[in-house]
């Protein structure tokens, strides 16, 4: 059942709505600002009364599984129509390109990309266990889909020395483990990052990036998990929202009522709140119950509320489905905004169990900046890591100019 929007929320986007529209349309003077986006929610749009207000408000509408059933099935509507994924482009080859992979301890790395759309790539890298016999098992492992929030754009943030080791800590834990670029970030530079289409486009290479992961031989598509920190916190909360292929989620430092990360990849399109509905991060981190769900927060951040706050609101969404114990929240009081070894050491346990891995020894060594589990892992060199260099340029037919993508986007 739709919910009311705030009013004065409400009147606050469509004014700014019309005016950016007006400035749109008053483009007399050439060097015009670009029309401001109503859409973004920013650090004041609410206070974190009004955003608990507005959890309270939410579970007002609903009393039983039923109910919130429908609610979800409505929230799932608008998330996908606000990014513009309504109907979803068509699955178009994914022609994916695996480099040869690099073999390290007890797991292997490959630089990989595969088109989300024609022409448009997705790039990241596979990181494998090592086959115990020298030959891999058919659907014989997990996999995990890990994305990404924000840094330096051209230098991309997939080779971060941490994520280079939780991805190769759940490969050697037995997960086939996929990371991908954001949009305009590292090697993904085909469109740029800051755009009104962000936040849909990277919810689509998402969806894209589960279909590649289930095409692979070796992947059991029935376990398939995800985890991101900030952004990419984002990204897992709405993509485990809308495609129940992700059995599994972690969104780490994210899930805040009132604050979504204030970039237009996070709040840039109408998937919070539009004329007939309104949402927010809590309630859409609810949208993957009663699939297991470890919400990771800190008390340096937006996070900082999350056990008397966004976690009850979860929880009780799980509890209507039967599932309670499906939900957990590890907090951190002392920690603040990243994707540290103590946070990367919560996520791991979470997802080994919940996708049927054994679980890590308790005597196993950590390096000195490093989470258990993650002792001997090879930190490679950013240009090591990347899908296209000037030996391996982008194929001739990737679209050439951002309009080609958009264009590419809105086919239907
Ligand atoms: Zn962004």
Redesign the pocket.
Known sequence: MPVRPTPSITRRLYRAAITGLAAALAMNAPAAEPAPNPWLVSRDTYTEAQAAENLQRFAATYADAAGWTARADSLRRHILAGAQLEPLPPRTPLRPIERPARTHDGYSVANVAFESLPGFFVTGNLYRPAPASGVSTPRAHPAILVTHG?GDPAAGVRPAPGYQRLCASLARAGAVVLMID?VGYGEAQQFP??SDI?LGLQLWNGLRALDYLESLPDVDASRLGMTGQS?GGTQTILLAAVDPRVRVSVPVTMVSAHFYGG????SGMPVHRGPDFETNNAEIAALAAPRPQLLVSVGGDWTKNTPAVEFPYVQRVYTLLGAPQAVANVHLPDERHDYGPSKRRAAVAFLRRELGLPPLADEAPAPADGAPGEAGITIESRETLMVFDPAHPLPGHALATPEAVRAAFARR
């Open positions: 924000h954001m990052h800051k962000a952004g970039c237009a990849c996070e």
